[in-house]
């Protein structure tokens, strides 16, 4: 960060009185701009024992599978993310049933919510960001294609939970390197 959001003065990284982290303060009005996690919410949506994932077309890890996720919008609800998510995504219309995980990623500042679904009905295709659509078996969830070790992660649980017949909601910290 160069310039202040508020006054467009310039910024120096110092840490403020009373806090104990460097930050970019502004030279001229004195704004503290703190940067702090995003959240990303994603949805694993089911239509009879199948999974919905999509291709991605874009940039980082374009041609790779994910479930539906993104970043939540200022004024909407996780779960409402979700849902959006999923239809821009997959055009599909999803009703959530339950939160899966709550994943955290320190060393990029996300936190992924992830959330159980059921599509309303059989009714799917590539979104804009998408280059596929497409509902997968488990046993044929392309594991080696998946765009990030997040999605690796949480799909692994919910695999999981289900050979367990255990479902609960997953917290934890996915350290950075983990392929
Ligand atoms: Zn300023």
Redesign the pocket.
């Known amino acids: 960060m160069n310039y202040?959001?508020?006054?467009?003065?310039s910024?120096t990284k110092k840490i403020p009185q009373g806090d104990n982290l460097p930050r970019f303060v502004?030279?001229?009005?004195?704004?503290v701009h703190y940067h702090n996690p995003k959240i990303v919410a994603g949805c694993i949506a089911e239509w009879n024992g199948r999974i919905l994932l999509c291709r991605r077309a874009i940039e980082p890890k374009s041609g790779l599978w994910t479930y539906p996720a993104g970043f939540m919008e200022i004024g909407e609800g996780t779960e409402e993310a979700a849902r959006r998510e999923t239809f821009e995504e997959a055009r599909a219309k999803v009703r959530i049933t339950r939160l899966h995980s709550v994943l955290s990623l320190p060393h990029i500042g996300q936190v992924y919510l992830t959330f159980i679904g059921e599509l309303l009905a059989e009714e799917f295709a590539a979104g804009e960001e998408s280059l596929d659509a497409r509902l997968f078996e488990k046993a044929d969830i392309p594991w080696q294609d998946l765009a990030f070790p997040v999605i690796k992660d949480a799909l692994r649980r919910y695999i999981e939970d289900i050979r367990r017949g255990e479902f609960g909601v997953h917290v934890a910290d996915l350290p950075g390197r983990l392929s």
């Open positions: 202040c959001g508020e006054c467009g003065k910024v502004c030279d001229s009005c004195q704004v």
